[in-house]
Structure formats: structure tokens, C-alpha cells
């Protein structure tokens, strides 16, 4: 297999080398739909899919195509992939020339990138959240819907183990297990730091599958179909078990989260905005009413409720008694909001009236 220097993968997704991350993921999204061994049943078509794979996993990421373009123009800074081990075990130069990776104060560019990929770092997989838009029929009925989406699948090659041969990690060679380091820099002193070669783990891969860089797992296309059941509403959420990102190192999978929209019961923005208004109002109005002041309070009730108003008939009512039921819980917070300052604002009310009786009662004027 070729090393990430012989590749170019800019070639291999179509775009220049000056594209935009947007640019890349288009040409990634298109590539992928054609390849996809689902759909291409060419000999060639599932090696070139992962190809593909592995050109956007690189490109997307800001600080793996910085080292990737790096290590292609044959600058200093790439550095390849870091010395060789030494028969003493662990590696002749862990820092490749350099305590901070290259130069006097370098980040890193080329030896610690093979060797970060060592780290054995078991982690669960994240979710994958993914919206949903059907229309009310759809959600009222039930409809299955198949959805097409990036993840993080399990390796092919090490079947999501990081590890081509060996089964177990290994305590690792650079910092004896202890997951940190402490490097004499000289006129900086001592300075403790993380292990590059484990992240901190204490544990490495014994032999990285070069396909995954010892992750188990890479970056694909993956299809799900997914069954919205009847009597949805907006807001629901359809779980699938398993299909949301790979674990590293043969850890536990996310699940896909798929959230219903149904735009027939979804308030707008404004919408939202303006019942949180009327509902403002409301603890205002019955003040006043109760009191015999709402002359006084007139501003703190006109004024939000014309305001709420317009930004609710801006967008348009709907019919749904679902998307009303939503309106009601954004009034309702509205009220909770207004409901707290009146409540304050009786409080203050009556310690100002109290404290003028007493000013009154306590002295006498000539």
C-alpha cells in the first residue's frame, strides 16, 4: 500500500490544492455516491471508494493537510514519520531532533504523527444527530426513509482493532507506561509534557494498520434506513443502535440519532420570539386589573404584546394543534419570565409605599 507521501489526494478527489474545506467535501460527497460498493459493483470500486476515504479524512482536517503538504513539498518541517526504534527498545530520537517535535519550538509536524497513531486509546463512538424533514401526512402515517451519511466506520483491514497482527496493546517503549515525559530543554528547565507516542494512554499499538493509522477506524460513506413511526411529531427522535461512529480501537459504536422535522408544527424563530413576548405581558395585565393600575403598566403590556404580534403573523399561523401546543409552551415561558419581574416589582412597590408611611408617621414638620 502507498504511504501518504506517494499519494495525491488532491488528484484523487479532482480539486486543486488551493480548494476550500467546502470544495473538498462536494468532491468527496460526489466521488463517494459513484463508488460506493452498494452501488458500484466494479472489481476496483470498493478500493477506490476507500481511497477516497482516506484523501478526505485528510484533506478536511486543517492540521493533517498541513502536514501532508508539508511532507509533499519536501519541506524540513514534514519529517516523515520519525527514527527508527532502537535495539534498546522505544525510539533513538523520540523528538526527532527536537523536544517540541522540529526546531526550537516546533509543534510537531512529521515524527510525532506516526507516533500519535500508535496510541491505544479506546473510546466509545460519538452519535450521529441527523434532521429528518417529512411533511404532517408523512409523520402522522409513518414512513421509512433511507439517509446517506459520513462517519467514522471500523477499519476493513484490522477489523477496527487499530492492530494488523497482535491482538494487546503494549506498555509504551517512550515513557514506560507513565503516559508523561519530562524533557530537559536548557534554558527553559524541566518541563513535563505529554507522551506523543501513547497521548498520555501509557499504552501503545504494537503494529499500526497503516490503512487506519492505528485508530480502527476510518472515515466512509454509510447508508441507514430509517422507519419514523406513525403519530410522530416534530421533535421526536428515532434511535438506530450501532450506526453512529466506530469506537477507536474496538470500542463501542454511537447510535444514529435521527430528529423528526415537521415544519407544518415547527414555530419559527420570530415566532418563538413573539409568544415569549405576549407571554411577558400577561403577569403585567392581571397586575393591573387586580390593582386598579394598569394605566401605569400600560407600556409594559402594549408594547411586548404589539411587538409578539408581528413577529407571529410575520411567519404565518398554522392549523396544527401541535405547532399551538408549541406556541403555549413558548407563551408559558414568556409568562414565567414577566410573572418574576412583577413579582419584584410589587416587592418594590410596597417597601417604598411602606417605608413613606413610616417617614411620615416618625416626624413631625412645622
Known amino acids: 500500500m502507498a504511504s501518504m507521501n506517494d499519494k495525491d489526494y488532491y488528484a484523487i478527489l479532482g480539486v486543486s490544492k ?3 474545506t467546502e470544495e473538498i467535501r462536494k468532491a468527496f460527497q460526489a466521488k463517494a455516491r459513484k463508488l460506493h460498493p452498494d452501488v458500484n459493483k466494479a472489481p476496483d470500486a470498493e478500493e477506490r471508494f476507500k481511497e477516497v476515504s482516506e ?9 493533517k493537510r498541513r502536514r501532508y503538504d508539508a511532507m509533499r513539498s519536501g519541506s524540513p518541517f514534514g519529517g516523515g514519520y520519525g527514527a527508527p526504534p532502537n535495539p534498546q527498545g522505544g525510539y533513538a530520537d523520540p523528538f526527532g531532533g527536537s523536544p517540541f517535535g522540529w526546531g526550537p519550538f ?3 509536524f512529521g ?13 466509545v463512538g460519538a452519535d450521529v444527530v441527523y434532521e429528518l424533514t417529512v411533511n404532517a401526512d408523512a409523520a402522522a402515517k409513518g414512513t421509512r426513509r433511507g439517509v446517506t451519511y459520513q462517519r467514522y466506520a471500523p477499519c476493513d483491514v484490522c477489523h477496527g482493532s487499530g492492530s494488523v497482527v497482535s491482538e494487546h496493546a503494549e506498555t509504551c517503549p517512550t515513557c514506560g507506561g507513565r ?36 485508530s ?18 416534530d421533535g421526536d427522535v428515532v434511535r438506530v443502535a450501532g450506526m453512529g461512529n466506530a469506537g477507536t480501537n474496538g470500542s463501542k459504536p454511537g447510535d444514529f440519532v435521527c430528529r423528526v422535522c415537521v ?31 394598569l394605566a401605569s403598566l400600560a407600556l409594559l403590556v402594549a408594547v411586548p404584546v404589539v411587538v409578539g404580534v408581528y413577529l407571529v403573523a410575520r411567519d404565518g399561523l398554522r392549523r396544527s394543534a401541535r405547532w399551538w401546543r408549541n406556541a403555549g409552551v413558548a407563551a408559558a415561558n414568556g409568562a414565567s419570565n414577566g410573572l418574576m419581574i412583577a413579582v419584584l416589582f410589587v416587592l418594590l412597590f410596597s417597601c417604598t409605599t411602606g417605608l413613606g408611611m413610616r417617614g411620615y408617621m416618625g416626624y413631625r414638620y412645622y
Open 179 to 214: 503516559g508523561h515525559i519530562t524533557v530537559d530543554t536548557g534554558i527553559f528547565g524541566v518541563v513535563a509534557m505529554t507522551c506523543p507516542e501513547c497521548e498520555g494512554t501509557g499504552k501503545v499499538v504494537a503494529d499500526p494498520c497503516r490503512a487506519c493509522g492505528g
Open 106 to 108: 516546533g509543534a510537531g
Open 55 to 63: 484523501a478526505y479524512a485528510v484533506l478536511s482536517d486543517e492540521d
Open 216 to 233: 480502527g477506524r476510518t472515515l466512509t460513506a454509510s447508508e441507514v434506513v430509517v422507519e419514523v413511526p406513525a403519530g410522530s411529531h
Open 263 to 293: 415544519p407544518e408544527e415547527r414555530l419559527t424563530r420570530g415566532q418563538v420570539t413573539g409568544f415569549n413576548c405576549i407571554g411577558f405581558a400577561a403577569p403585567f395585565l392581571v397586575l393591573g386589573l387586580i390593582t386598579q393600575t
Open 111 to 123: 515524527g510525532a504523527s506516526r507516533r500519535r497513531s500508535r496510541a491505544y486509546n479506546p473510546q
Open 18 to 20: 488551493d480548494a476550500s
